[in-house]
């Protein structure tokens, strides 16, 4: 009686289920027959495409509204995200959006401070059920709506495609052990690390207002998710990898989206902001550790440090307001038709002349706060 009260006993049986399931029928369909290649080829291409539409759909376009996408989009999202079998986008939603709004307190579904395999998955299994909270927008969508009535039907549908393509190969068995059970269970997993192993190992460069963190090594397995700390700054962002280097498919496949003009207005906060958040964060840990030093020699450090970042902060406003100021013009003259050969080659070269003046500014500004961050560390060093 004490489990029925605490556990949802079918989400806890599907769960726990699948997982025991794929340690027994996986090792064993090695161990006897292999892995051909037509059951890797359609187990990545299953777990991809559903992982995408949870990443890209569920969580960036739904959840956040980071983007706007087409109706062939998002139903093909739709379709997809229900094959995950994570609940409707509408009910994902909620859920998520709770948890920006209430990270890290007990409001939130999937705290980290009730332990790691809460946030990981208990929270699933819990009998506690989350009424439908802050969607009123989703609820409009038709599309959204209809596969909130029918997501496990849908699902259901989708996921069950290794079957038919069994069927035509000969090799049903095969290919439910990989594109349904492994697929099932590494598709709940990869998810399911973002809300535990994201919020405990990694970096928090751009906030330490909570507990999200950075994990490169959890980008590749979770199609560009592993960004947390990012994504909790700027959850509006339709990017988690925002810097070029990171690792971020599902950025990548919604570029390429919008290149076709499938998708577009996507939402990015500016890279002067950005920086400007790392700097603050440096800021504050080398301030931090000034607190090793003697007062005579941490304070006019702490000082010289404030005021580099102050005075860089300020360059990079300034170049980034010279940025946005220049693109509002060229706006503006496109709309009034004034963009005449000489006069926009007098405007242009004034521009370029400012910005010029801004990158030495901004470049002087950078020199002066490498100037304060070494002599702080070196201090640290003979401290």
């Known amino acids: 009686m004490a489990l029925a009260k605490r556990w949802n006993l079918l989400n806890t049986l599907f769960l726990t289920g699948t997982l025991a399931l794929a340690l027994v029928v996986v090792p064993w369909r090695l161990a006897t ?18 992982g995408t539409a949870i990443s890209g759909g569920y969580h960036r376009l739904f959840s956040h509204r980071a983007y706007r996408a087409s109706r062939p989009v998002r139903f093909l999202f739709l379709c997809l995200g229900a094959a995950a079998f ?41 009998a506690k059920a989350l009424p439908l909270a802050g969607v009123a927008d989703l609820e409009k969508d038709p599309l ?11 699902g259901a549908l989708v996921a069950t495609l290794p079957l038919w393509i069994g069927l035509a190969t000969g090799n049903v068995l095969g290919h439910l052990v990989f594109g349904l059970v492994l697929r099932i269970v590494i598709t709940h997993h990869t998810t399911f690390f973002i809300n535990s192993a994201a919020h405990v190992f990694g970096s928090r460069p751009y906030t330490d207002a909570n507990s999200a963190r950075d994990n490169w090594l959890l980008a590749p397995l979770t199609y560009g998710e592993g960004y947390h700390n990012f994504h909790h700054q700027w959850q509006w962002d339709y ?14 496949l919604l570029n390429i ?5 499938m998708a577009g207005q996507f939402r990015r906060v500016p890279a002067a902001t950005m920086t400007r958040a790392r700097l603050h964060m440096e800021e504050k840990r080398l301030r931090e550790r000034l607190v090793l030093a003697s007062p005579g020699v941490a304070t006019p450090m702490r000082d010289r ?3 580099a970042r102050l005075k860089l902060d300020a360059a990079l406003a300034s170049l980034h307001d010279r940025h946005e100021a220049w693109g509002q013009k060229k706006a503006e003259w496109r709309v009034k038709g004034q963009a005449k050969a000489e006069v926009w080659r007098e405007a242009k070269a004034e521009w370029q002349a400012s910005l010029a003046t801004h990158r030495l500014e901004l470049k002087t500004a950078w020199a002066e706060w490498r100037a304060a961050r070494l002599e702080v560390r070196n201090a640290l060093v003979y401290a």
């Open 239 to 252: 990017r988690n990898g925002a810097l070029w280097y990171q690792w971020d498919t599902t950025k990548w």
């Open 257 to 261: 989206l919008g290149w076709l003009g």
């Open 33 to 50: 027959s292999g892995l051909r290649w037509s059951e890797a080829l359609v187990f990545l291409a299953m777990t991809f495409a559903i």
């Open 305 to 307: 440090l404030a005021a």
């Open 86 to 126: 994570e609940n409707s986008a509408l009910k994902w939603s909620s859920d998520h959006r709770l948890h920006h709004q209430h990270v890290d307190s007990e409001q939130d579904p999937y705290a980290i401070q009730r332990g790691f395999w809460h946030a990981h998955w208990t929270w699933v299994m819990e």
């Open 144 to 154: 959204v709506a209809w596969q909130h009535r029918n997501h496990f039907l849908i």
